[in-house]
Each structure stands twice: as structure tokens, then as C-alpha cells.
């Protein structure tokens, strides 16, 4: 299990190395293809290999047409079968916090709340893998308010780092009768404005949080970035009219999300390579998006 | 409370006690009558108390005791009617015998616990208050309380510290207290009012109202001149004695330096309004005119050692001062208060500023923690958490209800399944009867294998057969890297074997092993001449001529490509 664990590993880190010129001979088989659908000669510089690729061209289906991204890699299997999360805390949360994971407990379908207890973060990330777990996330709180949310793909996949701001969770609603039950079932999911590639990619790990819900669910979750702030809300809706009608109710806590790091590795290893880097102290800082427009 | 500690001790019998020495103040009537004969023993015992050897009191005396009894008695009916609550709770001291020293010491401290704040409250306003002057000699009691207070308030006070006997001080101050009061010049009465009665509903830690009159005065002086306020301080003060007065004077000295030295008008105001006083003409006015000038020289070396002269002079001088600004015009006025701004921002300015104008410093050449007092201003480049409004949360429940209308989720999608196996191959069978025969159908089979005819190859085959060939090559390689025991190379099945042997052999019975129907013929083998001659057997004509015929071959090979360029 250890060796296999290494050698996916490597595997992993083999496939992203070579992602780079893949993308680059599928730049080549693509404008080759284009050139030859609409007559055109094909460019100059590409002349030399083009013979050869004409033949990887014909060979390939539509599924081999798309270059194999490390993306892809990591959930490929994701969608076959379902996720199964672990939700913990920092040692020693305090009341408000645990309060908080419970409430997050009934956020994520297919979820179960541990308690930190003692626990090493490398020890809780094995008996993960040993159990299966496909996501692992862990809260953190200062003085009582969740600040910190750190969510790692288990066999080898990418944890990406959030802090959380305004947090409101639904122990701080009073009327909590008139929220009644929180729905069970699986959420629709909405993630508005994501649209760089490290959107994408923080959309791609949010995404892949939930299993596939079905068609006529009820209960939507929204991860609406908005200047880099995610904006967290989670809505159960009716259509009392007719289906132009849509009665919105707000269930589930509420807070804003914002991302700070993407590694390529699990929680445990320190030393992996970062994808994204927050960085608040250059000058252009306030000019970048990172997420989306 | 030396002695009543004394008394409680040598009250009680059977203990040791060092007493500590007293100090006789004389006591003092009150205004009330007392019960004459009751006070004559009283002081009567207290007298024997204070002459009495020291060494008796350390062995228990019955008499010491009983005249400590009546002492305190004695003392507690003195100090009794002065007690904040009237009546007392407790109108006499109960002495007893069968009372215990501490069942005393209870009693006096039910009485005295309270006034001690009282009296330590008029202390202080006694201490605060400028000394008033004399008081007038009204009766014998004041008398004494003049007396001490020419020696000085801190002796004064040193003297209601010691004291022996709590009532007679008490009575003391208090008498002074009025006088005080009455005596005063018109602010410093309202001070004491103030302090007095003004300061309950206002007056915190923060807000004191004596401070809040004086910084309202200095700023009414700096405005107008102060010329009248001033005179009045100054009248009051040339009754002061000597300590107190040299400060103050000293301290309104360096305040006039700056005035005395722009000073370029010489009015001499005596009709400088109606601040005249007799005091001015009578008492040290009269130096005034004549030494004017050289006060003002001698006030610019500050630090005096003729203090009584100096002060004399600035007195004078501050008075002769105050008739000049009287007379100044607005212009002036104006001019001489920039010059004072001007003299404090020059000041300022040779001195080194605060750290915090200070340029790059670092963390030594600051105080400790006075980063976290000061507001510092960074340039913050990150944009500032959102806050989260009505509209921010209706856009969004906008947006979302837009979504749901469309059913346009962003939900994870069931991937499509690859294959694992390849789709069987249904072969379709044709029930109809084949037209051809069965004799033709190996004929065809057998041409296609002796590959006489040639096969109908389409391009799907040929693609196939290369995937095909593809496919077992990288078999081949999984399998050299996979398993331990390579598998050897597979035999490739569409390996044609030369037949060149005739149709007869191919017939023969015999185990291929051992009949020769295989081998092949010697001219099959090699042919040409019988003669061949290896390198070594050749003479050297014969190489020269294999040489040649190469030679001639090659050239006629090789007869198109251009000649060699020559170098230039």
C-alpha cells in the first residue's frame, strides 16, 4: 500500500511533467487539423512533423483528442464514484467552532464529523486513506470565530487553503424554528465567476465535494466569487406559481471564502509544490483577479 | 496615635508594652461646655500617664490601668460631639473594668474610623490652599493655629500627624479652615467653594474643577493680557513667606522673560485704568519707577542668588509690566504674542523631535511599545474584506433565481464510460446458399496461401494489421518491464516461409528431422566458378585487379555526383 502510494505518486508528478509539451503537440495536431478541414496550407513551421502527425491525427478518437490535464488526473475517478468527506477541526476547538463543523456535517452530503482529540495531522490523513475517504476538511477558528478552511483531495490531490469572513452560522439565528429542517438531499450546485484557470481549478475542487445530484433536487449551493471574495450561501427553493415563480428560502450557514494557497500534494506534505500563492504585499495587488473578472 | 495605642495596650493587664514616646500638645477646650470635675480627671489621668516612667509600663500596674481608663474616657467624651454622625452612636466610652482592651479599642475605633478620612480630606485641601494671610487675632485658640501656620504648612502637618490628642487638631483646623475662607482674595474663595461643594455632582478622576478654573485662567491671560487677574495673584502673594513665594516668582519670571525682552514701549502707565492699589505706592511701589530698567536687566539672568531682592524686583516689575500691556494697542498686542509663538516654535525646534517625525527608525530609538499608541499609516494594497449589505444579498439571490430558471447548474457530471471490453463482433450469418462450390472456395484458399492470387486488401486491414503489429510491440515491453520471468519474444504468426523446395519433397513421407527433403542442392547453394581464392592466397597482381574492378564499379555507381568543389 505504501509502495503503491509512491508510485501513484510518481505517476502523478510524471504526468504533470509532461503535460507541458503534450499541450504543446496538441496545439500542433489542432491547428494541422484545422488547416486540413478548411483547405488551408498548412503553416510552415509544422511541416516537417506534419506527416507524422497525420498519422497520430487519424489514429485518435474524440476521447484522445483532449490533452490529458493533471486536473483531470486527480478526479478522474471522482465522478464514478462518490465523495466521501471527512470533516475536523484545530486541537482544542471551542464550543462555537464545533457548532460550526456540525453545521457543515449537513452541508456536504456524504459527510462525517471527527473529533480532533490529540490526533497528528499525518496519522488522520492515513487512517483516511485507509478508509477511503476521498476529501478531508479541516476548520479553524480564532476566538471562537471559523477563520480558516482547508480542503485536501485524498489520494494524492490538491488542498487548496481559504480563509473565511463573515461568518454566520445558524446557531446565531434565533428564530431557528421558523428555518425548520435542513433538506438532505443532493444540492444542485452554482458557481458563479470562475472563469481564470485558477478559477477553474478552485471550481473544479469545490465542484467535486458534492456527488451528482439529481435533476429535480431542491437545495442549491452557490459559490459566487465576487473580487476574489467567494461568497458561500445555501438556498432550499420552491415553485409555488408555476415554474416562473421561484420562492428562494436561505438555510445553512453563510460566509465568504478566500482563497490563499493551492498545493499540489495533501495536507501532510509540506514540502509539495504550490500551484497558487496569495500574494497581498505587491504593488499590483489590488488590480489582480485571480479567480475571475 | 501612638499614645491611644499605648493606652489600649497598658489598659489591659497582663500584657508587655513599649510605649512610644509622646509629644505633649497642650489640649484644647472645646466650645461646648464639658462636665468640668469629669475633664479635670481626665487630663488629670492623662497627665499621669505622660510623666510616668516608661519602665512601669512594662509590668502590669493596676493603677496605670485605671488611669488609662479614664484618659480615654476621657478623650472619646472630648471627641464625641465632633463625630460626623450626631448623635454619636456610642456617647461615652464604656470603661469598666470588666471590659477588655480590645472591647475598648473597638469602641474609640467606632467613633474614630469615620472622621479619619474627614480629617484627612481637610488636610489636604489645607495643603492645596495658597496660605492665606494673617488672620486676623480673634481668639486664643486661633492664636495657636496662627502660629503653626507661619511655620510652614508641611510642619503643620506633620504636626496633626503626631498628634496626641485627635480632638484638639481637629479643632484647630477647622478653625483655620474658616479663616482661610474668609481671609482669601475673591478667585482663590472660589476655588475653595468649589472644592468644596461643587466638585460632589461634577468632579471625577478626570474633571477637577480647580484645575478646569486654572487652565480657564491661563487661557483668559494669554488673551487679554491678564493684567488685572495677574495683580490681584501678585497681591495676594507678596503676603507669602519665603519659600512658596521665590517659586512662584521664579516660575512668572521665565513667563515674562519673553515680554521683558521685546519690550520697546516704555509707558508709563499710571493712568493705566483703575487697577491702582495703596500697596503699589506704599509698600514696594515706590522702587518701581526708578528701577525699572535695571530690573529688567536682572531678570534676564533668571537664576537669581539675591532671591529677596529679585523678587522684589519682579514684583515690582510685573506690576510696572502689566500697566504697560494695559496700554498697548490690538497691533501690539498681536505682535507680542507672535513673538511668543514665534520664541516656542524656535525652542521647539532646537530641540529633537518625537520619534515620530523622526524619518526610518528603528525599533531601539523609540520607546518601548509606543508603536501601538500611534495611528500609523500604510499604504494597504489589498482590497478590504467585502461587507456583506442588503443589495450585496439580493444581487445574489438574483443571480440564483436567474439559474434556476434556466436550470443552469454547474453540478458534477456522470463521466462517460469507457469501454473496458471491445464491442462484440456480431457476425452476421448469410442463411442464403453460397453460389460458389465448395472446391472453389479452397481454391481460393489456397491461392491466397501460395500467394498466387493476390488478396483483396482493403485499407481497414492493412490499418488493422499495423494496429495490430503496434499493439504486440508495446505487449512486448510491458511484459519485459512487469515480469520477473520475461516471456520471450512471441512468434509473429504471418512469418512466411521460403518454400524453395520442389512441389515432390514437400510430399515426402519420412519425419522432417530426417529425410532430406529440405536440404537444398549444392548449386542451390553456391554458385558460380570453382575457384575462389581467399585474401590471403591472392598474388598481388590478382589484388591489383579486384582492386580495379571495384574501382571501376564504384565510379560508374556513383558516376552523377558532382565533383568535389577544390578549396580556393
Known sequence: ?293 | MGMTSALAAAVSTGRQVFPSPCHSVMVMDLDEPLDTAAAEKGEAALRRLSEADPALFLSPSADLAAAARAASQHIYSSLAPLSLAQPPPLPTLLTDPAFDAEQIWSQIELLARPLLPHLRRQLRRLEQQPPSQQPPVATPAVAEGELLEEDGESSESEELKNEEELEGTEDEKESEGTQDEEEMGDEEEEEAELDGRGGNGVEDKFLKIDELTEFLEKGEEEEYGGGAKRREKKAAKNWMVESDGEDDDEDEDEDQLDLEDFEDDDEEGEAGGGDIRYKDFFEKGHHKQVKKRDGSIKKVQFKDDQAHESELDDSENDDGNDEQEQGLSTHEKERLKMRAKIEQMEKASLEPSTWTMQGEVTASKRPKNSALEVDLDFEHNVRPAPVITEEVTASLEEMIKKRIAESHFDDVEKPTMLPSKAPKEHKELDETKSKRGLAELYEDDYAQKAGIAPAPLSISDELKKEANTLFKRICLKLDALSHFHFAPKPVIEDMSVQANVPALAMEEIAPVAVSDAAMLAPEEIFEGKGDVKEEGELTQAERKRRRANKKRRYAASHKERPAKLQKD
Open chain 1, 1 to 293: 500500500m505504501l509502495r503503491r502510494n509512491i508510485r501513484q505518486r510518481r505517476e502523478y508528478l510524471y504526468s504533470k511533467s509532461l503535460e507541458g509539451p503534450q499541450r504543446a503537440l496538441f496545439e500542433k495536431k489542432r491547428r494541422i487539423r484545422a488547416a486540413l478541414e478548411e483547405g488551408k496550407p498548412i503553416p510552415t513551421e509544422l511541416r516537417n512533423e506534419e506527416h507524422d502527425l497525420r498519422r497520430q491525427i487519424d489514429l485518435e478518437d474524440h476521447e484522445r483528442q483532449v490533452p490529458k490535464s493533471i486536473v483531470d488526473n486527480e478526479y478522474a475517478t471522482a465522478t464514478v464514484r462518490e465523495p466521501k468527506i471527512l470533516l475536523t477541526t484545530s486541537r482544542n476547538p471551542s464550543a462555537p467552532l464545533t457548532q460550526f463543523v456540525k453545521e457543515l456535517k449537513v452541508v456536504f452530503p456524504n459527510s462525517q464529523r471527527m473529533n480532533r482529540g490529540g490526533q497528528v495531522i499525518s496519522e488522520i490523513v492515513e487512517s483516511c486513506r485507509s478508509h477511503d475517504i476521498t476529501d478531508l476538511i479541516l476548520v479553524h477558528e480564532h476566538r471562537g470565530q471559523p477563520d480558516g478552511l482547508i480542503v485536501s483531495h485524498l489520494p494524492h490531490g490538491p488542498t487548496a487553503y481559504f480563509g473565511l469572513l463573515n461568518v454566520v452560522t445558524r446557531h446565531d439565528i434565533k428564530d431557528r424554528k421558523a428555518m425548520g429542517k435542513m433538506s438532505e438531499a443532493y444540492p444542485h450546485l452554482i458557481l458563479d465567476n470562475f472563469s481564470t484557470q485558477i478559477g477553474e481549478r478552485t471550481a473544479t475542487i469545490l465542484k467535486h465535494l458534492f456527488p451528482v445530484p439529481k435533476p429535480d433536487s431542491k437545495r442549491i449551493i452557490t459559490f459566487a466569487n465576487r473580487d476574489d471574495y467567494i461568497s458561500f450561501r445555501h438556498h432550499v427553493y420552491e415553485k409555488p406559481g408555476g415554474p416562473k415563480s421561484i420562492d428562494l428560502k436561505e438555510v445553512g450557514p453563510r460566509f465568504e471564502l478566500r482563497l490563499y494557497q493551492i498545493k499540489l500534494g495533501t495536507v501532510e506534505q509540506n514540502e509539495a509544490q504550490s500551484e497558487f500563492v496569495l500574494r497581498p504585499y505587491i504593488n499590483a495587488a489590488k488590480k489582480q483577479k485571480t479567480l475571475g473578472a
